[in-house]
Nanobody
Framework: QVQLMESGGGSVQVGGSLTLSCAVS?????????MGWFRQAPGKEREGVAA???????SYEDSVKGRFTITQDNAKNSVSLQMYNLKPEDTGMYYC?????????????????WGQGTQVTVSS
């Protein structure tokens, strides 16, 4: 079992920055998980934004490449998403997610565990 809790959402203006954090609690601390961030805008389907494997390999959705950075701190059991140069289309509810295993791209990630989400709003 994995429990996830996000924090760090908020409202920013176009071009601003935010860092989202996800606290990870695992019933099996040494299990290997693929961690990711997803988002859902109003009226749209949830989409994968960024993922990081237990070996450090990362992948990003095309629209956030060069603007978002996903990192993990195994000692602190946390995963972060640094977001720069935010755009209105980045607005949405952001979810931390996890699944056991490894995947080469965020598109291949099919999470078993989800956090409750944190809202990000980018206004012009």
């Amino acid at each position: 079992q994995v429990q996830l809790m996000e924090s760090g959402g908020g409202s920013v203006q176009v071009g601003g920055s935010l860092t989202l954090s996800c606290a990870v609690s695992k019933s099996k601390p040494y299990s290997n998980y693929l961690m990711g961030w997803f988002r859902q805008a109003p009226g749209k389907e949830r989409e994968g934004v960024a993922a990081i494997n237990f070996d450090g390999r990362v992948s990003y959705e095309d629209s956030v490449k060069g603007r978002f950075t996903i990192t993990q701190d195994n000692a602190k059991n946390s995963v972060s998403l640094q977001m720069y140069n935010l755009k209105p289309e980045d607005t949405g509810m952001y979810y931390c997610a996890a699944v056991s295993g490894w995947a080469s791209t965020i598109d291949a990630m099919d999470p078993d565990y989800w956090g409750q989400g944190t809202q990000v709003t980018v206004s012009s």
